[in-house]
């Protein structure tokens, strides 16, 4: 006989009734915790957070992952579309079977250069370069020349070419200078960038953990933070905690550092300023704490590097302190290629100490022969080096100052704009180099109007968590600010004509990306890395 039947009606009965009750406090419980994660989520991660779970399962079904390769292909064929459109008439895919004369491989050059790079030419389009170069003759010739004269040399061999030995140094010592390095006693490396810069820091701070016994580091950052960042951890095997900026500053809160510093923190990472709001982290109250609990403290200045310092010697701007005058700042990055006006290709990052900076060092000495090179990189061109150190030289301090007050009017001329045109407002008050824009109107969607801005041959920055439109200011904003001002008006009311307006190109990216899985945006991304790289005949 089964249990079943020893269970008498009336029994039944009131396990039915008890048995549903317990279904429906766990219903109202589950609920209860779901509204409560979509709470401090937010409503788009939450929605997010269900389709990760819905697409994970999807593709366990039959069928299921073949459907998700469809939908991807779509997105991926988008992109290509957009890239490299029907193909390249001109593409090369073999080495020439006999050589090119210099003068017609200069003239290819030089006529893919004229049909790609007007918005460029135009100022509109500032990619990554923020110097009035067709304005500054002198020192783009002088760049070019200093290259030229250095461009068969190679900085592995300091014995051969000491001359690059010295400009390598001199580089360091100048950019150890602007953010009081010399007074604190700090030594630095040259890299190639920003990047190579903060995966070195990170890279001497997971060392000095290991010293001390840590055997899984951490280190704390802002969401803000620079995605190079995301890199050094995932190389270096490091945990990364990444904790919300506030809502109305944007920077870093330092009492939730506090709160999240644990027994394997190596670091805390801040900003001066970040890449995506222009804002620099409280660093003053962040060197306090990183101090007092004997940790790391990097900041990441490779935007805001030369622009931040020669603004601060005017007394323009906040006042506050963020270099290597805080006895809490262990490391500083700081790039010589973006308001630094060198050729791409020259970073800083500096160590307060050297100790800290021999930790990051990687001397082999079991191998067939012994080797050691200052960064990640072995051999280096000389040309880079020669290029920067010109660059430094050239502009000085005088400079640097004029260059840090021109361009601070700016970033005061672009910020009042938007604080008079109805329908946008700041997110936030920026210090330097970005201006962050979000919609100040319930159905206008910033990224549509990124499209907007960018169908008339603007080049806008986009970022997410919150939703943004930025501008990021160089040295040839002041001659095109007025024709951005019309056109940022004339796409507020084209948007407000067409609120359904979809964004497109890579505003578009972040619109969707606030809502598709992890999975597919993953793949979606390695795609583009895919695309960039590839050559696409044009078929006859």
């Known amino acids: 006989m089964c249990i079943r039947d020893r269970i008498s009606p009336a ?14 406090l766990s219903a109202v419980y589950l609920l209860v915790r779901a509204m409560r994660a979509m709470h401090a989520m937010g409503l788009r991660a939450s929605v997010k957070a269900v389709l990760n779970v819905a ?23 988008q992109i290509e579309k957009n890239m490299l459109g029907d193909g390249d008439e001109t593409a090369i895919t073999t080495l020439p079977p006999i050589g090119l004369p ?35 003759e002198s020192l783009a010739q002088l760049q070019s020349e200093a290259w030229s004269a250095c461009n068969h040399t190679n900085a592995l061999y300091p014995g051969v070419f000491p001359s690059i030995r010295k400009f390598e140094a001199e580089i360091i010592a100048m ?30 701070y997971r060392e000095q953990g290991v010293a001390r016994g840590i055997s899984s580091p951490e280190v704390i950052c802002s969401v803000t933070a620079h995605p190079a960042l995301d890199k050094a951890c995932h190389y270096f095997g490091m945990k990364l905690l990444k904790i919300s900026q506030d809502p109305v500053s944007q920077q870093l809160p330092p009492e939730s550092v506090r709160a999240a510093i644990g027994p394997n923190t190596v670091a805390v990472y801040a900003s001066a300023p970040s890449f995506s709001h222009g804002v620099v982290d409280p660093i003053s109250d962040l060197s306090a704490i990183c101090l007092g609990k004997n940790i790391g403290l990097h900041v990441d200045n490779c935007l805001g590097g030369f622009w931040l310092s020669f603004m601060q010697r005017q007394g323009l701007g906040r006042d506050f302190q963020w270099d290597f005058e805080l006895p809490g700042v262990t490391t500083i990055s700081v790039d010589v290629h973006k308001y630094g006006f060198s050729a791409k290709g020259a970073s ?51 400079g640097y100052l004029g260059s840090a007050k021109l361009l601070y009017e700016y970033h005061q001329e672009v910020k009042g704009i938007v604080r008079r045109t109805a329908g946008v407002k700041l997110l936030c008050d920026a210090d330097l180099a970005i201006v962050p824009i979000v919609a100040d109107e319930e159905n206008l969607n910033i990224y549509a109007l990124a499209t907007l801005m960018e169908k008339r041959g603007w080049n806008m920055f986009t970022s997410s968590k919150p939703a943004v439109m930025a501008a990021c200011i160089g040295e040839r904003q002041g001659e095109i600010m007025q ?30 990306a606030e809502l598709l899985p992890d999975m597919i945006l993953d793949s979606v991304m390695k795609s583009y890395v895919d695309i960039k790289l590839t050559v696409k005949p044009k078929p006859p």
């Open 11 to 24: 029994m039944s009965s009131r396990f039915l009734v008890v048995w549903r009750l317990f279904g429906h």
């Open 102 to 136: 210099a003068k017609a491989v200069l003239e290819q050059i030089t006529t893919l250069k004229t049909l790609g790079e007007r918005g460029f030419k135009s100022g509109k389009q500032w990619g990554g370069i923020y110097h009035a170069h067709e304005q500054r």
């Open 348 to 398: 800083v990052v500096a160590f307060r100490n050297n100790e800290l900076r021999r930790g990051s060092y990687v001397p082999v000495k079991d191998g067939s022969t012994l080797y050691i090179t200052p960064t990640l990189q072995g051999a280096r061109s000389g040309a880079t080096m020669a290029a920067a150190w010109s660059t430094l030289m050239h502009l000085g301090q005088d």
């Open 55 to 77: 697409v994970s399962g999807a593709s366990q079904l039959p069928g299921g992952g073949a459907m998700l390769e469809i939908a991807l292909k779509k997105e991926v064929d």
């Open 483 to 512: 024709q951005w001002e019309h056109d940022l008006v004339e796409s507020i009311d084209a948007l407000r004509a067409d609120p359904n307006m979809k964004p497109e190109g890579d505003a578009g990216v972040y619109g969707t």
């Open 175 to 204: 950019v150890l200078g602007i953010v009081h390095g010399k007074e604190a006693g700090a030594v630095g490396l040259l890299t190639s960038g920003g990047t190579e810069s903060i995966l070195i820091a990170m890279h001497a």
